[in-house]
């Protein structure tokens, strides 16, 4: 075969498969467009569901707080505060006609001790102010986990002399990783060690301050059943603690007449006429 007729064959090249693609075209363009907008419109709509069941809605308590709205949770009467030198000075006499949810506070529970060597700069003018100005007043120990438990509520006795008319006396436990390096059991042994002390000088049974998840999950001996719960527990409009309880801190945002800044907010979980039954008696 010579060189002019190689030049004269055609070489046929192969078919190659259509594109796919274009089918997918002819669909789409054979769907109403209608069809994409409600498509969207369904799609925008379940975003927004989850996005405000997941994320807005479980915090939409601590958004309101963060941008200076107090949260008061409806169905509570007996309202209160509790205080500390953080809130440096009261103005008692607005206090005294402040409200929350239109309901008066009633009472105040002070910071008095912490450990065995720290007494709260402000607690003998609070706690002296706080009845003259027809509070019923409270005292609260903040334990320390360097302390052997029986020097520090020989120590909160010898500073704080509750009256007749007082709240039981507080102990306040909480904060998981300040108890990080002693056991379970331990932390139980020391609390019920103070606990059961001061119970025996005053004859009544101690109040018991913690955040939720210490209570349920380190304060699980059964005996700390006895004693009144007062649970910290932010940011939700009712409490999901299964247990009973007494007291409820339901923020520490909250915003109040006479006093300065924030300050935490209390609920009793009773009437007023429960609320008295829980007084310290004449003996």
Same mark, same amino acid.
């Given at each position: ?116 060597? %720290?007494? =709260?700069?402000? !607690? *003998?003018?609070?706690? #002296? ?7 019923? /007043?409270?005292? @609260? ?77 380190? %304060?699980? =001996?059964?005996? !700390? *059943?006895?004693?009144? #719960? ?7 409009? /009712?409490?999901? @603690? ?42």
């Amino acid at each position: 075969m010579n060189r002019q007729s190689n030049n004269n064959i055609r070489v046929r090249k192969p078919r190659g498969r259509k594109k796919s693609g274009r089918g997918f075209l002819r669909i789409f363009h054979r769907v109403p467009i209608w069809s994409f907008l409600v498509g969207g419109i369904l799609v925008g709509i379940v975003y927004c569901f989850v996005l405000f069941y997941f994320f807005v809605d479980p915090y939409s308590f601590q958004w309101k707080a963060i941008y200076g709205e107090p949260i008061y949770p409806e169905g509570y009467k007996v309202r209160g505060v509790d205080i500390s030198h953080y809130q440096e000075r009261i103005d008692w006499e607005r206090l005294r006609n402040a409200s929350m949810n239109n309901d008066p506070v009633t009472f105040v529970i002070i910071k008095a001790t912490e450990g065995v060597s %720290l007494m =709260d700069d402000n !607690f *003998n003018e609070n706690f #002296y102010l706080a009845r003259r100005h027809g509070f019923i /007043r409270g005292a @609260y120990h903040f334990m320390t986990p360097d302390v052997p438990a029986d020097k520090q509520a020989h120590f909160f006795l010898h500073q704080v002399h509750l009256e007749s008319g007082d709240l039981p006396p507080v102990l306040d436990i909480e904060d998981k990783r300040r108890w990080k390096s002693v056991p379970d059991k331990e932390i139980q042994r020391r609390a019920l060690e103070w606990l059961r002390i001061v119970e025996q000088h005053y004859g009544v049974r101690p109040i018991i301050y913690s955040g939720l998840s210490f209570r349920r999950d380190i %304060l699980t =001996d059964t005996t !700390f *059943n006895r004693y009144p #719960y007062w649970m910290a527990h932010y940011y939700v409009e /009712r409490p999901t @603690y299964k247990g009973e309880w007494a007291f409820w801190q339901h923020t520490d945002c909250g915003k109040v007449d006479g006093i300065k800044g924030l300050v935490d907010c209390d609920v009793y979980n009773g009437t007023m006429t429960d609320f008295m039954q829980t007084l310290i008696k004449e003996e």
